[in-house]
């Protein structure tokens, strides 16, 4: 397909957040007779699903600290919904399984879940989340859990088959989607701060508006906007901390027991909700028995046929570089940096063995020839920003929580046809300097 002369909307990225506003801004073009998906063009450096959502595990949750995340999610979880095939989705709910640390904050979030309708179930104490998780599983074991929330909805959605749903949905509005499109630079107007054409490895495209989905390669493409490296955070200790980088990186930590998935199923033969298990009981190796971690720690896990087995996770680790040094590229498993070794192998299949008997012995099954793993680019307060800059380009940097945000792209496309969107306000750059930071919870991962 040849580079247009020129686009009313260019959407730079194939992934979750470009796919999904394009899809829906073509959708509301038509619907508003202000035109069509003609209007869009999505280019992407390589192909769709190349980048974080194309190797993410999946999970779709609720389950978040902080309000204005969990109202997001209940809008997010209803665009999954709304075509679960065309989108890959398995709506088998999700369950975040922890200890007395983290009782009170689950506790309110399962409130806020009450009262904004989202259906779960919430159970307190040792004995009695025991007993609700045998209930599920007759080879629960898992230790130091004193509670269960059971959220009915979301659960995980397979990653490239539903950006392949999601970019058809796009094409059949009349959206073109360029592959092995690099966006180079930006041109400025004259006589505004304002975008005027992005600048490609195949040619300038005059543009009126820009979209930016890039997940983990932010960075640069803020860089190219000459948008500050470093800003300033009013904290939560009320006061003003300047210098603060932009970006930081964290290597997400996943893999996959090479199982029979059939062998992760609920008591009564259904495939089980997500698992997300946190906990402060001592963790021991599942080859030697050796302590592992006295510390908090956490995994997620889920039977999944398209990674052929029990694919999860663990908390990631901090990449200390600056983040102009750091090596995005190659992404994912071709990275030779940013995938998980032999600690994280160890780690999770001993996490699985402690919370399920099932698991015991089961790590030499591991799949350690599939390299895993991918970076992330987060915010200074790990939560997403969803703003526009330079008048014209809205940026969709969802600080690596993405991949379930697929209505994200949705409230864009809205802002774009000129209506604000309310459930995206407390997503603004501006919150840094006013000090309106998300609230932090007890867990050990930056993302809840
Ligand atoms: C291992 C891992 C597991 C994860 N698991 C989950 C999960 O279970 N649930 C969840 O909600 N989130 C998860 N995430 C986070 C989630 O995947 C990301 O937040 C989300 O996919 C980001 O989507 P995106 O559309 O912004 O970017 P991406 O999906 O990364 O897509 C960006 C695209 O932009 C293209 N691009 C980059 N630079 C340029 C350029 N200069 N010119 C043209 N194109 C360019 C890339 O080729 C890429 O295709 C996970 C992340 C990782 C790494």
New binding site residues.
Partial sequence: MAIPQGVKFAV????????STAFHLAQMLRASGRGSGADILV??????????????????RNNYFQPAMRELMAQCVEVWESDAEAFSYHPVGYMQISPECMREDVASIYEQQRRIGYDSVFIEGADASMRYMKGLFDDWQAQGITSVLHEKKGG?AN?KAS?HGLAAKAENEGVRILAG????GFEFGSNSNAVTAIV?NQGTIPCEHVVV??????N??WNMLELPKRITVKGRDGRLHDDVPMWKFWC???GTLGIDPNLHKTNDGRFPPVIHVDTDAPLYSDLDGALITDELWGIYYKPDFNFGGIQG?ASPYKVEQDPDDVAVDP??PESPDFIVGENFVIMWCSALAHCQKRFEGQVRNYKAEEK?????CFTPDNFPVFDTFRENVTI??????????IGVGKLVAQELMGEKSALLEPFRFSRFERGELHPTSHSPFPWS
């Fill in positions: 730079i990225g194939a992934g979750i957040h470009g796919l280019v992407d450096k390589t192909a769709i699903a190349a980048g974080a959502s194309g190797i993410a595990c999946g999970v779709v995980y990653n950006m499109v690099e966006v180079l490609t989905g890039v997940g983990p390669w932010v640069q493409i997400l930590e996943e996770g992404y994912g895993s793993g991918g970076l992330g969709i940097a969802d600080s690596n929580h993405g991949y379930k945000m």
